[in-house]
């Protein structure tokens, strides 16, 4: 995909769940799956997002069977370094990437909370994840280019004669390529992605904030010679005008609460990450930010996920797109409350009209050029 071209990415789970919908049914459902991977192919997104969290179905399982009941669309497998080895991961994504016909990217997140890390066994800090995932992605890029066995040894990882007989599908500058997308906000991940990300994800940001961390971003990838794309999500909440696009806010709101009192929650205290730090900064603007970013339900979660959104009609929110669009950023990452509803909805108007206004803009760039 060039610089100047938009993509979309959607999010697929293993059940019906949302901060309006408590989870129901089998933790795993395979015909969920299918029929969500199904609706964002046929909604005309270009990749599906799988999470991954400390409790839920494993993520590489649930690409593998996604990826076997569609035909076109593309994959972002979300992927904690640390509980695999690199040279195993390697192999595995290699092999998973092989298998979905070069259709997989790799999200590599390195943990912004101390106690889900120790779930699976991790004890690091912060930072020293960082670092671990620098190492990480040294060692996996080399198990994918090496034509021959090598040794390693680092401060996190230890290897002796690492080789690889499969490679991947895709290529970059002409050799073996698994897309590399990363996320992290804070001094000791922006480094990392400067020298490894093929994708820079933040999450949705004020215009203010998201301009002045693309240029972070940038001006460490320049450090390396390299260039980055951004992505940038949001949990569009649509309806035929805007009016009634604010209504639905408010229940997504109101019903949100009620859920949360249901579990148990309190009202959501900052969480670890400086990404999470970020989104409630915005949100202590107000509820409402720029043209309609709404900030609601990240104040009331403590910025958990993505959770801003923007709010208004198919047409006003691809005018918002096109605002960050502007700022450099190729790729929206768009999944709704009404998890797979949405993603069909977002399919008839929203996604064509954002890519008819970027190749307007294209246009007309060209023109003045």
Same mark, same amino acid.
Request: net charge neutral.
């Given at each position: ?56 179905? &494993? ?41 979905? $016909? ?11 909370? &101390?106690?889900? #890390? ?6 690091? &800090? ?144 900052? #969480? ?29 979660? $403590? ?67």
């Amino acid at each position: 995909m060039s610089q100047n071209d938009v993509e979309f990415i959607g999010m697929i789970q293993g059940q019906k769940v949302s901060e309006i919908h408590a989870p129901r049914g089998p933790v795993f459902d395979p015909a969920y799956v299918r029929a969500f991977a199904q609706a964002h192919e046929a909604a005309g997104f270009d990749r599906i997002l799988v999470p991954h969290h400390s409790t839920i179905p &494993d993520a590489t399982l649930t690409v593998a069977h996604a990826a076997a009941v569609t035909e076109r669309i593309h994959f972002m497998l979300a992927h904690r370094p640390g509980f695999v080895a690199p040279t195993l991961a390697a192999r595995q994504f290699a092999t998973l990437d092989q298998l979905s $016909g070069g259709r997989l990217a790799v999200h590599y997140i390195s943990g912004g909370s &101390d106690e889900e #890390q120790r779930r699976d066994g991790d004890w690091l &800090d912060h930072d020293q994840r960082y670092a671990r995932t620098d190492e990480y992605l040294d060692v996996l890029r080399k198990v994918w280019t090496a034509e021959k066995p090598f040794d390693h040894e680092g401060t996190h990882y230890r290897a002796q004669g690492a080789f690889s007989e499969i490679k991947p599908l895709q290529t970059q500058g002409g050799k073996p390529h698994v897309p590399v997308y990363f996320g992290g906000a804070s001094e000791a991940a922006i480094p990392v992605a400067g020298k490894h990300a093929d994708v820079y994800a933040l999450w949705g940001e004020s215009l203010d904030q998201a301009r002045e961390l693309t240029a972070r971003v940038r001006a460490e990838a320049a450090k390396h010679g390299r260039s980055v794309r951004f992505s940038v999500s949001f949990r569009p909440i649509l309806a035929d005008t805007e009016e009634a696009a604010w209504a639905r806010a408010d229940r997504i709101l109101e019903e949100t609460r009620r859920l949360r009192v249901v579990a148990g929650y309190a009202r959501g205290g900052p #969480q670890q990450s400086e990404g999470a730090r970020r989104l409630l900064a915005a949100a202590d603007k107000g509820p409402r930010v720029d043209k309609r970013l709404w900030t609601a339900i990240a104040q009331e979660t $403590g910025g958990r996920s993505n959770s801003t959104a923007l709010v208004g009609t198919p047409e006003q929110v691809a005018d918002a797109l096109l605002d960050y669009w502007d700022l450099g950023v190729s790729t929206f990452l768009i999944r709704g409350f009404d998890p797979l509803e949405d993603a069909t909805d977002y399919g008839r108007a929203l996604i064509p009209r954002t890519r008819e206004l970027v190749a307007q803009r294209i246009a007309g760039q060209r023109r003045a050029a």
